[in-house]
């Protein structure tokens, strides 16, 4: 089984700011790795696939990066809305799995 | 366009099975290429995937709970169903279904608004 491991675990920000969102493999998933938006009492909402494609209707402020089996996903500008928490999920091989997730909050 | 919506009991006794469908609405089971998922999570925690299906009724589980997950589908009424048997208090969780992109190994672009089922006596 692939672990993915996301780091922070909780990121303080203000709005405005720039915010940087880390995912690790434990092995290579290629540019197989999804991001994930959830927020309270809502299902996740996919932002980026393959990496670094945007969904469909996503902002352009959220964009996605790989190297290796590092996998970054940027907030350009946090917005209110943005508040949220946000998953990894690899679909290299099966079982599909995601990371533990990064809660984006107030500062 | 295409929507998913859970249904199925919120309450469950240890020892029995879950059972929980998914309709699928604005579009057919049956095209698109798509595989359909159950995806829980436990509360406050992160998500866990069980398992897809497609509409031929191919399926894959996640080992850790293959033994106890059957996910079926019935393309005439446009829904694929849950079952996890042998419940137990840690399987108390909100359950998702979703549809993965584009076959059995990709993201969820699409996701229903998930049901809680509390396991307890």
């Known amino acids: 089984e692939i672990v993915m491991t996301q780091s922070p675990a909780t990121l303080s920000v203000s709005p405005g700011e720039r915010v940087t969102l880390s995912c690790r493999a434990s092995?290579?998933?290629?540019?197989?790795l999804a991001w994930y938006q959830q927020k309270p009492g809502q299902a996740p909402r996919l932002l980026i696939y393959?990496?670094?494609t945007r969904a469909t209707g996503i902002p352009a402020r959220f964009s996605g990066s790989v190297s290796g089996t590092e996998f970054t996903l940027t907030i350009s500008s946090l917005q209110s809305e943005d508040f949220a928490v946000y998953y990894c999920?690899?679909?290299?091989?099966?079982?599909?799995?995601f990371g533990g997730g990064t809660k984006v909050e107030i500062k | 366009q295409v929507q998913l919506q859970e249904s199925g009991p919120g309450l469950v006794k240890p020892s029995q099975t879950l059972s929980l469908t998914c309709t699928v609405s604005?579009?057919?089971?049956?095209?698109?290429?798509?595989?359909w998922s159950w995806i829980r999570q436990h509360p406050g925690k992160g998500l866990e995937w069980i398992g897809n299906?497609?509409?031929?009724?191919?399926?894959y589980y996640n080992p850790s709970l293959q033994s106890r997950v059957t996910i079926s589908v019935d393309t005439s009424k446009n829904q694929f169903s849950l079952k996890l048997n042998s419940v137990t208090a840690a399987d108390t969780a909100v359950f998702y279904c979703a549809r993965l992109r584009y076959n059995n190994l990709a993201d969820f672009d699409l996701w229903g608004r998930g049901t809680l089922v509390t396991v307890s006596s």
């Open positions: 604005g579009g057919s089971i049956s095209s698109g290429g798509y595989y």
């Open positions: 092995q290579s998933v290629s540019s197989n």
């Open positions: 299906i497609y509409y031929s009724g191919s399926t």
């Open positions: 999920q690899q679909y290299e091989n099966r079982p599909l799995t």
């Open positions: 393959g990496a670094s």
